[in-house]
């Protein structure tokens, strides 16, 4: 007691406590149970029906999908915690996680990455997988290629040590060659997607990168199969995008040209500004 006591400064308490241990001095014990001390105990137990009934409010509002308001409902604790108020790490933890899913999910990914930072840098390894990855998705969207590369770098090096099974080593590969294709360094892109294939030939869009890329390679018939096995798992409009002017370019016309209007159909819109080009 006498060591913890006298790392308090200028607490009148310590100070006291001290002086009764040097004294050999008994004080009554201001936590025991007393008329005055229920009082207390009420109002804490108050605290804690309010809190919880926040959170479950929160944790409400955030299931259906009411996202405006769940950030609306965080702001008083947010406040606290940039004003130094509030410095407790788990709670600042869940603060900003609810934070973090309701940013991205409206679309504020600027504000999503920021928020996912706050739980990553407030969590230890075995929480933040996830954080990782959705920040890395939130700076796909916002075009920081390259610091979502960073993110899955983390994951692809990091999964078992953290045992993150949340997205597949192929899911992480995929991703991280797509932000190379956005960058038009595909010669980065290849052996990633190319790995990523042969750990797993079942998801549509690992075949929609390859045939993105094999596009953007000048591998037209390669692309073409890609695609083709990606609409096989699941149609999709940015498969038939590059598999139409992948037939366009081999001098398939016609086929391209439905498979660019079928891209339009599943909101490709970019696939429209295509038909202008190559279908009159």
């Known amino acids: 007691a006498k060591k913890y006591f006298k790392k308090v400064d200028d607490f009148a308490p310590a100070k006291q406590y001290l002086n009764a241990i040097e004294n050999n001095q008994v004080l009554q014990n201001p936590y025991s149970y007393n008329s005055k001390n229920q009082s207390s105990e009420n109002n804490q137990s108050s605290n804690t029906d309010k809190a919880k009934k926040i959170y479950e409010e929160i944790n409400s509002n955030f299931e259906s999908k009411n996202y405006q308001k769940v950030l609306e409902m965080l702001q008083p604790a947010i406040k606290a915690i940039e004003s130094g108020k509030i410095s407790d790490a788990k709670y600042?933890?869940?603060?900003?996680?609810?934070?973090?899913?309701?940013?991205?999910?409206?679309?504020?990914?600027?504000?999503?990455?920021?928020?996912?930072?706050?739980?990553?840098?407030?969590?230890?390894?075995?929480?933040?997988?996830?954080?990782?990855?959705?920040?890395?998705?939130?700076?796909?969207?916002?075009?920081?290629?390259?610091?979502?590369?960073?993110?899955?770098?983390?994951l692809i090096e990091n999964s078992s040590r953290i045992n993150y099974t949340e997205n597949s080593l192929a899911t992480l590969l995929n991703n991280k060659a797509y932000n190379y294709v956005l960058l038009k360094d595909y010669k980065s892109a290849q052996p990633l997607i190319n790995k990523a294939i042969i750990l797993d030939k079942e998801k549509e869009y690992i075949w929609g990168t390859k045939g993105e890329l094999e596009y953007h390679l000048g591998q037209y018939n390669e692309a073409i199969k890609s695609t083709s096995n990606s609409i096989n798992i699941a149609q999709n409009g940015n498969a038939f995008l590059f598999r139409g002017l992948s037939f366009i370019k081999i001098g398939k016309k016609s086929e391209g040209c439905k498979d660019l209007s079928k891209a339009g159909e599943l909101g490709e819109n970019s696939s429209y500004d295509e038909i202008k080009k190559y279908c009159k």
């Open 92 to 154: 600042i933890q869940f603060i900003y996680y609810y934070k973090t899913f309701s940013e991205f999910y409206l679309k504020n990914y600027t504000d999503a990455v920021k928020s996912a930072t706050m739980v990553i840098n407030n969590s230890d390894d075995k929480d933040i997988g996830g954080m990782y990855f959705l920040r890395a998705t939130a700076k796909n969207e916002i075009g920081d290629y390259y610091g979502s590369n960073s993110d899955y770098d983390f």
